[in-house]
């Protein structure tokens, strides 16, 4: 990991078949073989080295996605020594892998410093932000403006002093790596927005009420996705509730990611029956919720932990023809029942999980998952009104599921 701080200024003595010696005494004199060393940004595996010289063998990989393949015998190169434990980043997070080669459009001279104005890919391009951080040939900047399809940065006199970024001028190709933490950033709102699509397939967003609520929880849950159901007597807490013969690894992913708590299955008593899973022993908890034996996929070859096992071994469980034999216990995959009379005789999330999957014509298995804070609080009525927004996800009232199915 680089900080994009350049402490040093080498000299191109080589760049022949992937091949690339650079002359610098200074780097050298911190240098081990197998040691990394960023070039222009792009991060390199010293081969040899000397007390002036130091060699790296380039790949094909890098050298079709930077500008390595450019550099000239006599041309000056960025470099920069990897972060040790302890060492101050005075720029940002960098990696040295080369997202993309842009291209200097224009190079504005503003009496203080320069302001370089820099075309890259459409693709990178979207991942800039106005006041963000870039990698340019290596060195951390702050990108100052972006417009259509370019971006521009200041050079201040003491970056044009220490790097290689004053020579350049119109034309010129350069290195782009955009912000680690806009990538990860990026990647998780891919995630979400994934996790979304599985989740919330119907529009209805927020607190439903009354008999046109229920019904519209009940498509929800139909039409595979999950609804919240808040519980303001027994419990006192909501849950994010799905049906078992929907369910997939991003439901899985979503709750254990978004919910973060304990997801566990409610059944049908004839279903455990028939599969021959029997209670856990003991006398449970305050709430009378019937816990019984956890359960694992016997087909599994991970652990059964992970979110595409969970979902596979709920799938089986709310399948009609699922047997005794497909399953292991004790597993990672927790199955409560619920009482024979539904509501009638015990008014709990159980009860309703199930209650909701006959509604919606499913077989009577589902999954439910408390939501929990960050803080590690349980979400009251106004923390799950704002995640039913954030989720897209009907927000309904145990009361009214109770007086409405």
């Known amino acids: 990991m680089f900080s994009g701080f350049i402490a040093d200024v080498g000299t191109v003595i080589q760049n022949h078949e992937a091949v690339l010696v650079v002359e610098s005494s200074q780097t050298c004199a911190r240098l081990s073989v197998g040691a990394h060393v960023a070039i222009d940004g792009v991060r390199t595996c010293v081969e040899s080295f000397d007390a002036d010289r130091f060699k790296v063998r380039l790949t094909h990989e890098t050298l079709s996605r930077s500008t390595t393949n450019e550099l000239r015998t006599g041309q000056r190169v960025n470099l920069e020594l990897p972060l040790s434990m302890g060492d101050s980043i005075e720029g940002h997070l960098v990696q040295g892998h080369v997202d993309a080669v842009g291209k200097v459009t224009r190079v504005d001279d503003e009496g203080s410093g320069l302001r370089l104005w820099i075309r890259p890919p459409e693709r990178v391009l979207k991942s800039l932000v106005s006041k963000g951080s870039v990698a340019v040939n290596g060195v951390s900047l702050a990108i100052a403006e972006v417009i259509r399809d370019r971006f521009s940065v200041a050079l201040v006199a003491s970056t044009i002093g220490r790097t290689t970024l004053g020579s350049l001028s119109e034309g010129d190709r350069v290195n782009l790596e955009t912000d680690m933490l806009a990538k990860l950033a990026d990647r ?21 009420t009354g008999a046109v609520g229920v019904q519209k929880v009940i498509e929800q849950i139909k039409a595979g996705g999950a609804v919240l159901v808040w519980d303001p007597d027994r419990e006192v807490e909501g849950d994010v509730i799905f049906a078992g013969a929907h369910a997939s690894p991003e439901h899985f992913a979503f709750i254990l990611t978004e919910a973060c708590c304990h997801p566990t299955v409610p059944c049908d008593g004839e279903v455990l029956e028939r599969l021959e899973i029997p209670p856990m022993h003991g ?97 009251g009525p106004a923390d799950l009104e704002q995640r039913s927004l954030e989720w897209g996800l009907p927000l309904v009232n145990m009361d009214d599921l109770v007086r409405f199915l």
């Open 188 to 208: 998780s709102a891919g995630l979400r927005q994934s996790a979304a699509r599985c989740i919330a397939p119907l529009p209805w967003t927020g607190v439903v």
């Open 283 to 379: 006398s449970g908890d305050h709430q009378g919720t019937w816990m019984y034996t956890s359960v694992d996929l016997a087909e599994a070859r991970g652990t059964g932990v992970s979110a595409h096992e969970r979902a596979a071994t709920v799938r089986r469980l709310a399948a009609v023809d699922s047997t005794p034999d497909e399953f292991l216990m004790p597993g990672h995959v927790f199955p409560l029942r619920a009482r024979d009379d539904g509501f009638a005789q015990r008014v709990g999330h159980t009860e309703s999980v199930v209650a909701l999957c006959r509604a919606a014509d499913l077989p009577p298995v589902g999954v439910c998952c408390e939501v929990m804070n960050r803080s590690g609080t349980m979400a």
